[in-house]
Structure formats: structure tokens, C-alpha cells
């Protein structure tokens, strides 16, 4: 069997998950373990899966197994270790005491131990009194005096731990991947999505193919969702930096592959999706909008306020004058509503019944 020194750091795969034991791979005929506890999140979910590589530190040797752990405990660490994982970076567990003068008192093992206010939380800091009287991990910064003097930092451990996620998810969550997601919160622009723990962004414009004007009529907070990644920016130096955009839309069947169902010279009734300095925009079908040019409207030039004449969702009648299916564009023209044309068709057919097949409107004029 390998002597490991107190201490050592590892990097080894995840060969078993139990109950409560994580089984690593050693290279030799037996295989070390580490607490599953240490593998939970907050809801209790195991974060790594057989086959993972992780990296641990060495804590001890009972009957032939050989215990490792992501973190070195209190109770476990001696000066000896202390100095050890100090040197090696080993992330220490310590017990918040209390506040003192710049910054808080924490006992690891029956070690004191000083962590500065700037060193305490990382992204989402909490006023001091809450880090009292809990046990949080750390590492150590500062080791003087054989273990008389010890600075800490849980800032550092959170940064490096941070960062290792996004090493580890940078490989995993890449363009193209489809992904499932919990909703965490709605914005006017969008949702912000978390992905295996990471914070993704969904956009409003990347929900549906329909446009959408409230988020919160489609999402809700909880909800689970399924999506692909259309832009992932990594930043392992600076995690925090780390952006991914995901997408619902680009699961869903586009609606121009369904463009046989509008033709040119076709009348349709739609709304009025969009308003611009050049046009108006009217969707025709759900996903797809035709645009209208302010030239072809009436009463209007181009120095005309478009929102003062209509308003979004008001009917607009149209005639398909051009459809573009590659650059998915269709150019509209005003047409006279439905009503219009069927009071125009009843009108001209009872004047046909009237005087024939041949319609003279002087002649209908002079019957007045």
C-alpha cells in the first residue's frame, strides 16, 4: 500500500457513489473514499457522477482504507496539518466565534484563527453577525509562530472552488448542447436560468418564435425548462465573468419552414406586431411578421410619427407583395379589410342581377 502523507493532494477519478461513501480510484488493489456529505448541494443533490475527476487531500489510514477529503476538518487538524495545509492549500473547516476587531475569531479544532471582513463571503456578502456561530470552510493565508498567528480566508476557498466549477462545466456546457434548467428569476429583458448550478441567461427574445411582452405570462420561478446553449463565454481566470446565453426558441420547429401557407398576392387580416421610424411590422402567422412600408401607407411620409396613427395590436389588412424565405422577410401593402371586400362583392352582384351581366354604374346612378 502507497504511504500518503497527511495532507497530500490527489487528483483521482470517482469509481463508486454509495449512501453515504464516495468510492476514488488510488491505482491500487484498494481504493480510497470520501464522505458524501461533501458532494451535496444545498438541496441535497450529489454534485459529481461516477467517472468524474476530482481532486482530494489525504486525512487518514483505518483498517486498510484510506480516507480523503475535499476539505480538512476541525477536530483532525493538528499543527502539523495545519502547517500542511497551509502549504498545500487544503481547505480547512473552522467555527465562527465571534467579531472582533477587523474582523472575526474562528476556532479550527482548538486553534484560533483570524479571517479579516474582506475575507468572509465572496459574491453575496452578508452583514458580520450572520457568519456567527457557523462552521464554513476556509483557507489559509497566513501561517507564523508554529500556528501562534493564522490568517484565513473564505473568499479564497469560494474563488477557487468557483473556479473549478467553471473549469470543470466549461468542458461540459458548450454551443449547440441542450441542457434543463430551474428558473430562478424574471426580468423585463428575460429569465436567468440556473444550469447545473451555473447562472444562464434566456432572453425574452429566445423564449418562443411568437413574440412575447411579458415574461412572467410564459415563466415562472421554480419551473423547470429545456434549452440550448447559444453562447457560452468562459472566463476561467475571472469566473465571475462567465457568461451563457440559452435558448427555447431553438427548439421549437421554425415556423418559416411552414412559408408554402403564405403566397404572394394572398389577403390576410393581422395584428400589428412592431412600430418603427420606417414601417409597421404585422404578424401573419404565429412567428412570422411582413413588414409595411411607410411609403405604401397612407397618409403618411417619411417624416411621419407612426405611433400617433396606430397602435401594437390593432388589426391591419394586407396583400403579400414578396417573400423572401431566405432571409426570412416579407414585404406587405395596405389592402382594404375583409368587411370592405364582402360589402363590395354583395353590392356588385345584386347590381349585376339588377342589369345584367354588364355592370354600368352611370345607369345605377340615374335609378337613384
Known amino acids: ?21 464516495v468510492f476514488i480510484d488510488l491505482g491500487l488493489k ?23 475527476k476530482i481532486k482530494v487531500y ?6 486498510d482504507e484510506l480516507h480523503f477529503t475535499t476539505k480538512l476538518k476541525g477536530e483532525n487538524a493538528g499543527n502539523e496539518l495545519l502547517e500542511k495545509a497551509f502549504q498545500t492549500k487544503l481547505p480547512i473547516e473552522g467555527h465562527v466565534e465571534k467579531e472582533i476587531k477587523g474582523g472575526f475569531e474562528v476556532k479550527i479544532g482548538t486553534t484560533k484563527a483570524f479571517c479579516p471582513y474582506s475575507q468572509m463571503g465572496y459574491k453575496n ?13 476556509f483557507v489559509i493565508t ?3 509562530n508554529d500556528g501562534k498567528n493564522i490568517i484565513i480566508s473564505n473568499r479564497q ?7 473549478s466549477k467553471v473549469l470543470k462545466l466549461s468542458s461540459q456546457l458548450i454551443v449547440d448542447t441542450i441542457v434543463e434548467g430551474t428558473v430562478k428569476s424574471i426580468q423585463s429583458y428575460g429569465a436567468f436560468v440556473d444550469v447545473q448550478g451555473f447562472q444562464t441567461l434566456l ?12 415574461v412572467s405570462e410564459i415563466l415562472s420561478i421554480g419551473q423547470k425548462i429545456k434549452a440550448k446553449i447559444i453562447n457560452a463565454d468562459w472566463n476561467t481566470a475571472k ?69 400617433k396613427l396606430f397602435k401594437v395590436e390593432d388589426t391591419f389588412d394586407v396583400i403579400v407583395e414578396k417573400v423572401d424565405v431566405a432571409e426570412k422577410r416579407i414585404s406587405l401593402k395596405p389592402a382594404s379589410s375583409v368587411e370592405q371586400d364582402k360589402e363590395a362583392e354583395k353590392y356588385m352582384s345584386n347590381q349585376s342581377e339588377d342589369d345584367g351581366d354588364t355592370y354600368n354604374p352611370f345607369a345605377a346612378l340615374l335609378k337613384k
Request: proline residues 4%; charged residues 30%.
Open 125 to 137: 456578502r452578508e452583514e458580520p453577525s450572520a457568519y456567527i456561530g457557523r462552521t464554513l470552510p
Open 58 to 63: 489525504y486525512v487518514s489510514t483505518n483498517r
Open 239 to 307: 469566473p465571475d465573468r462567465s457568461k451563457i446565453s440559452i435558448s427555447m426558441k431553438a427548439l421549437e420547429k421554425d415556423p418559416w419552414e411552414a412559408n408554402s401557407q403564405i403566397n404572394v398576392g394572398e389577403k390576410i387580416s393581422g395584428k400589428i406586431a412592431r412600430i418603427t421610424s420606417f414601417g409597421l411590422f404585422v404578424n401573419l402567422k404565429p412567428g412570422i411578421d411582413g413588414l409595411v412600408h411607410i411609403s405604401d401607407i397612407e397618409n403618411a411620409s417619411l417624416n411621419t410619427n407612426l405611433n
Open 203 to 214: 432572453p425574452i427574445s429566445e423564449i418562443s418564435h411568437t413574440r412575447i411582452k411579458d
Open 142 to 144: 497566513e501561517y507564523k
Open 30 to 52: 484498494s481504493e480510497g473514499f470520501v464522505d458524501k456529505a461533501e458532494f451535496l448541494d444545498e438541496e441535497g443533490n450529489c454534485t459529481i457522477n461516477e467517472g468524474d
Open 1 to 21: 500500500m502507497k504511504n500518503f502523507e497527511i495532507g497530500e493532494e490527489i487528483e483521482t477519478t470517482v469509481v463508486q457513489i454509495s449512501n453515504d461513501t
Open 157 to 163: 476557498f469560494l474563488e477557487d472552488e468557483e473556479n
